[in-house]
């Protein structure tokens, strides 16, 4: 019993004055506060085309969630040009068709959902 005793007693004290020494050299970085940033407010305006046909354009882009996986992307992308845009793109795994729907995709996921919609309408609607 009389060799366990010195040793918790030095190995505690070792442990503490090792704390000690690590957050001596090691300080903790200060937290610095971040002032709360004011939301950027959407422009809203309106373009005129060459035809003289007026939309209305926010500065917002209309993001919404295509899907997880790329063929999750491709059909959701594929109901939003049959519905919204009246056209219809076959699906399929050949390498020109694929190349397409990922071209879509990435159009889609930076110019917004309104663009898009917008950019691939069929021109008979584009005014409607």
């Known amino acids: 019993m009389e060799v366990y005793v010195p040793y918790a007693i030095g190995s505690s004290v070792t442990a503490f004055l090792g704390k000690v020494a690590y957050s001596y050299l090691y300080p903790e970085p200060k937290k610095v506060v971040v002032e709360e940033v004011e939301k950027k407010e959407d422009i809203e305006y309106n ?3 060459s035809n003289l046909n007026e939309r209305h354009v926010n500065s917002d882009k209309d993001k919404r969630s295509l899907g997880a996986s790329f063929n999750e992307k491709m059909k959701t ?3 939003i040009l049959r519905i919204e845009c009246k056209r219809d793109y076959p699906i399929n795994n050949t390498k020109k068709v694929r190349a397409k729907w990922i071209r879509y995709i990435k159009e889609y996921e930076n110019i917004g ?3 898009f919609v917008y950019n691939h309408t ?4 584009k005014s409607r």
Not at 122 to 125: E, G, Q, R
């Open 47 to 49: 373009l005129v085309d």
């Open 77 to 79: 992308l594929q109901k």
């Open 113 to 115: 959902h309104s663009e």
């Open 122 to 125: 069929s021109k008979p609607y």
